[in-house]
Protein backbone atom coordinates (compact mmCIF):
# COMPACT_ATOMS: atom_id res chain seq x y z
CA UNK A 1 0.00 0.00 0.00
CA UNK A 2 1.33 3.02 -1.02
CA UNK A 3 1.57 5.82 1.98
CA UNK A 4 0.10 8.91 0.88
CA UNK A 5 1.08 11.49 4.16
CA UNK A 6 4.77 12.41 4.33
CA UNK A 7 6.62 10.50 6.14
CA UNK A 8 7.64 13.36 8.55
CA UNK A 9 4.49 15.69 9.24
CA UNK A 10 1.68 13.63 8.10
CA UNK A 11 0.68 16.02 6.22
CA UNK A 12 -0.73 15.74 2.95
CA UNK A 13 2.01 14.49 0.23
CA UNK A 14 3.01 16.33 -2.60
CA UNK A 15 2.05 14.36 -5.75
CA UNK A 16 5.39 14.71 -7.22
CA UNK A 17 7.20 13.88 -4.82
CA UNK A 18 6.25 10.33 -3.23
CA UNK A 19 7.29 10.80 0.14
CA UNK A 20 7.26 14.01 1.27
CA UNK A 21 4.44 17.03 1.44
CA UNK A 22 5.22 19.89 0.03
CA UNK A 23 7.19 21.71 2.64
CA UNK A 24 9.07 19.13 3.41
CA UNK A 25 9.98 18.62 -0.20
CA UNK A 26 11.21 22.06 -0.45
CA UNK A 27 13.29 21.64 2.29
CA UNK A 28 15.23 18.27 0.54
CA UNK A 29 15.96 19.98 -2.09
CA UNK A 30 17.59 23.04 -0.05
CA UNK A 31 19.48 19.63 1.44
CA UNK A 32 20.60 18.52 -1.52
CA UNK A 33 21.52 21.90 -2.75
CA UNK A 34 23.63 22.71 0.61
CA UNK A 35 25.17 19.24 0.10
CA UNK A 36 26.46 20.14 -3.05
CA UNK A 37 27.81 23.84 -2.15
CA UNK A 38 29.82 21.94 0.85
CA UNK A 39 31.23 19.14 -1.19
CA UNK A 40 32.76 22.29 -3.39
CA UNK A 41 33.94 23.49 -0.14
CA UNK A 42 35.77 20.05 1.22
CA UNK A 43 37.58 17.83 -1.21
CA UNK A 44 35.10 14.82 0.21
CA UNK A 45 32.35 15.42 2.98
CA UNK A 46 30.58 11.65 3.58
CA UNK A 47 26.35 12.58 3.25
CA UNK A 48 26.27 11.76 6.96
CA UNK A 49 29.28 13.66 8.34
CA UNK A 50 27.34 16.61 6.42
CA UNK A 51 23.84 15.98 7.85
CA UNK A 52 25.68 16.03 11.57
CA UNK A 53 27.41 18.66 11.18
CA UNK A 54 23.56 20.61 10.16
CA UNK A 55 22.02 19.20 12.99
CA UNK A 56 25.28 20.73 15.18
CA UNK A 57 24.55 24.47 13.63
CA UNK A 58 20.95 24.28 15.92
CA UNK A 59 18.90 27.26 15.34
CA UNK A 60 20.88 28.44 12.09
CA UNK A 61 19.18 25.71 10.53
CA UNK A 62 15.32 26.29 9.52
CA UNK A 63 13.35 23.84 11.26
CA UNK A 64 11.94 21.87 8.01
CA UNK A 65 15.61 21.84 6.77
CA UNK A 66 15.88 20.20 10.25
CA UNK A 67 12.87 17.36 10.34
CA UNK A 68 14.67 16.38 6.71
CA UNK A 69 18.46 16.59 8.00
CA UNK A 70 17.09 14.21 10.98
CA UNK A 71 14.92 11.90 9.28
CA UNK A 72 18.02 11.17 6.30
CA UNK A 73 20.65 10.73 9.57
CA UNK A 74 17.72 8.53 11.53
CA UNK A 75 15.88 6.78 8.36
CA UNK A 76 18.87 6.41 5.52
CA UNK A 77 15.52 5.14 2.96
CA UNK A 78 15.19 8.55 1.13
CA UNK A 79 18.50 8.82 -1.04
ZN1 LIG B 1 5.96 17.12 5.77
Redesign the pocket.
Known amino acids: MIDKK?K????EIDKSSGK??S??KLAKSKLQNGYELWLKAYDSLPYDDFLRQLLDLGDLVGALVK?ITEFELYFQETK
Open positions: CICQDFCNHD
